[in-house]
Every structure is written in structure tokens, then in C-alpha cells.
């Protein structure tokens, strides 16, 4: 909005708020190591990870102390938010949404992108020769698989998309963070027998019983919401959501899931969203662009149409 801030602060985040326009510090943090990690890995540029090499160290190091500073307390799932949120709570990416995916505290999307920040970190570190980093990392990978496997909710048959205050939403980004491994090729981490397998076969479950009418699939359109409890979806998040599920857990994947493909291809074509080539954020009931027109996110999409 052509501001100016000081340095180390940004014009969109402001403390002392729950929702929109809070801070993002966690999953701003995975992000940057799922994108320099990914870089890396694409372009064998060694000697660009060797100089990030203190600043991945450092981000390992956050990781952890946003579990919790006090080791013997850690499970891998982010618990204290920054301190700029002052009275205030970090929220997502997904920020425009309900608790079920705009809190990042306790949130099952933001944990497993986080599982996958640590299964990047651990390759990183391996290329580096840092034993120790990477030691830490596998460490990290196997406190974190297990704290998510126990929060699978066998009644349900599905992870709550919060864990805390018996939330019930269910949500597709689930699944979301695997993109990464999944993306980069790293078959032995995605292997069902593996150490990820048990986490693997909650999560298909999960995603078979989401992409369900009346949960994540909307009743009166058939397409995809990216949470049950809320008519408030993103194309961009939909597309990883599909690439994923449909590559990692076809059995999940119903007819009826799949025939959404025609809806959402609709949603693009509508001269709502037409002029403005694509939209992003969409109401899944009624198909109308409510915002995100000509969103540099759903760059996404060309995963979509990899299918």
C-alpha cells in the first residue's frame, strides 16, 4: 500500500490481533526453508546452501524453540507464537479462514509443512556434511510423526484440524507440506513401509473421508473446499491439495472427488473470474470470486494442470 516501514517489521503484520493481518513468523519460517532447500536441490547450487549454511542452522534452532524452549516439553507441533503478536495470536497464510486453518498454534497443516521443513533440513544438512544438523533433524522428524499420529482421531477416522478445544473441522492442506518430499523426489521418506508410514496411512484415511460431500466437498457443487467448516476456498491451495492426494493417495481419491475437476475449471472460465484471467479465493457454494483476482499465488495451478 506504498509503506514505508522500519527494518525487521512489514506493513501487513500487526500485533494485538487474532485473524487477519496478525503475524505469520512460523509458517513464514518453513517457508523460507522449504524454498532455499528446494532451490538447492533443483539447481545443485552447493555452494549457494554452503553459504545459508548458519541461517538453516539458526531456523532448526527456531523451529525447535517454537515447539517449546524447554527440550523434555517438545513434540514437534508449534505452541508459542512471536512475542510481536503481543496479546494478540499468529495466524496462517490461510488467514481469511475460520480457527480450522487461520490459527497456526496447534494447527495440523502448519505441523505437517513443518514435518516437511525438517525432512528438507535433514537433506540440506546431509549435503552439507553437518552430521550433527542433521542428526537433529532425523530427530525432529521421528518426535513429530509420532505426536501426529497420536492426535489421529480413530472414532472419526480423521485428524481434527486443530488440536485443542475438541476442535471437529476437517481440512484438505493436510496433506499440503508433502508437496516438498514429494516434489524433490525424496521416495524413501514417502515410502508406506518407511518411518512416515504410519502418519501416511492416517492421512489417506483422512483424505478419503474429507473428500466426502457435506465435509470438504461442497454438497450443492461438488467442488473441493479446502475446510469443512468453512464455504471460503483458495484454487491455489485446491491445486496442492489434488496433486498431492492424487499422487501419494489415489485410493482417496472418489470418482466423485475427481469430477470436481469440471467445477473448478468452470470457477476460471466464469466472466467473473475471466476478466481477470484466474481468481484465487472463491466461494464454494455459489462459484463467485469474493477475492485474490489475478493472485500470484495460484502459480500453484500448474500443478493442477500436471494432472
Known amino acids: 500500500a506504498n509503506q514505508f516501514t522500519r527494518p525487521g517489521h512489514s506493513s501487513y503484520e500487526c500485533s494485538g490481533l487474532h485473524g487477519c493481518f496478525s503475524y505469520m513468523t512460523m509458517e513464514q519460517l518453513t517457508n523460507w526453508v522449504c524454498c532455499a ?3 538447492a536441490e533443483h539447481t545443485g547450487d552447493l555452494a549457494w546452501l554452503q553459504a ?3 541461517t538453516l542452522r539458526d531456523c532448526a534452532e527456531s523451529l525447535e524453540n517454537r515447539d517449546d524452549p524447554d527440550p523434555a516439553r517438545r513434540n514437534g507441533i508449534l505452541k508459542w507464537d512471536s512475542d510481536r503478536t ?3 495470536s499468529e495466524i496462517t497464510t490461510y488467514d481469511s479462514l475460520d480457527v480450522s486453518l487461520g490459527q497456526a498454534r496447534n494447527n495440523l497443516y502448519l505441523a505437517v509443512k513443518t514435518l516437511a521443513a525438517w525432512l528438507l533440513l535433514e537433506r540440506a544438512f546431509a549435503r552439507l556434511g553437518d552430521a550433527e544438523g542433521s542428526e537433529r533433524a532425523t530427530a525432529a522428524i521421528a518426535r513429530l510423526t509420532a505426536s501426529l499420529v497420536a492426535e489421529f482421531d480413530t472414532a472419526a477416522q480423521s485428524f481434527p484440524a486443530v488440536f485443542e478445544a475438541g476442535n471437529a473441522s476437517r481440512i484438505l492442506p493436510a496433506v499440503e507440506g508433502l508437496v516438498f518430499p514429494l516434489v524433490l523426489g525424496l521416495d524413501d521418506a ?3 513401509d518407511g518411518r512416515l508410514g504410519a502418519l501416511l496411512e492416517c492421512l489417506e484415511t483422512h483424505m478419503r473421508n474429507a473428500l466426502q460431500p457435506g465435509v470438504c466437498i461442497d454438497e450443492k457443487t461438488g467442488a473441493w473446499k479446502i475446510s469443512s467448516t468453512s464455504r471460503n476456498t483458495w484454487m491455489s491451495k485446491v491445486a496442492l491439495a489434488q496433486f498431492v492426494a492424487r499422487r501419494l493417495f489415489p485410493a482417496a481419491v472418489s470418482p466423485l472427488a475427481a469430477a470436481a475437476d469440471r467445477v473448478h ?9 475471466g476478466a481477470f484471467a484466474m481468481c484465487d479465493q472463491i466461494q464454494s457454494e455459489t462459484g463467485i470470486a469474493i477475492g485474490s483476482k489475478y493472485y500470484p499465488r495460484m502459480v500453484t495451478s500448474v500443478l493442477w494442470l500436471r494432472e
Do not use: E, H, I, M
Request: proline share 10%; hydrophobic share 30%; charged share 10%.
Open 52 to 54: 545459508q549454511a548458519p
Open 86 to 88: 503481543g496479546d494478540g
Open 265 to 273: 475449471t468452470a470457477w476460471q472460465q466464469n466472466p467473473g473470474c
Open 190 to 192: 514417502l515410502a508406506r
Open 37 to 39: 532447500v528446494t532451490y
